[in-house]
């Protein structure tokens, strides 16, 4: 028998080195549960709202959500999951929810109506207020003192891939959004000065 080696040796595992890939694959595992890393795929717009409604179903004292886009169908999507003995529910959007091919009044009308029909049909009063500045990008779901951050807005979450994550430092998050809803006017304000401009054309 020869004693002699054609080509490479075979290639001994490093047990070490398996075990420490194993151990910050766990670790990585674990920090994304720690934060609320949810992934939802293409195609899984009902699982996303069954995670978004069950998360709200949680919520004791409040809610705000803060979507540039955020319209009236969310309304009805979300909010019914919302206790409305309890919890004060704020909603931040901007007036680029409202414009579209000169249908910003009509989509105010029915943001409006949808306000006031889950007041009636759930008994959740809803203060809605709106940005006339395009200062708010992102989108953000406050529940109690946890910040969610959404990759896309309430109206698409997984319609196409999206990705919601829980935010480690919630306080400055919220705070910026205090500072935000300063700047913003209410809803029916906003409906206001819309017919007036309205009128001001015609």
């Given at each position: 028998a020869s004693q002699s080696l054609i080509g490479d040796g075979p290639r001994i595992p490093n047990v070490n080195a398996r075990i420490a890939i194993a151990a910050s694959r766990r670790e990585k595992i674990a920090n994304a549960k720690q934060y609320g890393q949810r992934w939802f795929p293409d195609g899984s717009r009902e699982e996303a709202m069954r995670f978004i409604q069950s998360e709200l179903?949680?919520?004791?004292?409040?809610?705000?959500?803060?979507?540039?886009?955020?319209?009236?169908?969310?309304?009805?999507?979300?909010?019914y999951a919302?206790?409305?003995?309890?919890?004060?529910?704020t909603l931040l959007s901007s007036v680029l929810a409202f414009k579209s091919k000169g249908q910003g009044?009509?989509?105010?009308?029915?943001?409006?109506?949808?306000?006031?029909?889950?007041?009636?049909?759930?008994?959740?009063?809803?203060?809605?207020?709106?940005?006339?500045?395009?200062?708010?990008?992102?989108?953000?779901?406050?529940?109690?003192?946890?910040?969610?951050?959404?990759?896309?807005?309430?109206?698409?979450l997984g319609d196409k891939a999206s990705l919601i994550v829980k935010l480690?430092?919630?306080?400055?998050?919220?705070?910026?959004l205090e500072d935000m809803l300063k700047q913003a006017i209410s809803i029916v304000d906003y409906k206001k000065r819309q017919a007036k401009n309205q009128d001001a054309e015609s």
């Open positions: 179903r949680r919520a004791k004292y409040r809610v705000m959500i803060a979507d540039p886009y955020l319209a009236g169908l969310q309304l009805g999507q979300f909010l919302v206790n409305p003995e309890t919890i004060s529910v009044h009509s989509k105010t009308d029915d943001f409006c109506q949808r306000l006031t029909q889950l007041e009636k049909d759930a008994k959740v009063t809803a203060k809605a207020f709106v940005l006339q500045s395009s200062i708010l990008h992102d989108r953000f779901l406050v529940i109690d003192d946890t910040v969610w951050f959404l990759g896309n807005s309430l109206n698409t480690p430092n919630p306080d400055e998050i919220i705070d910026q």
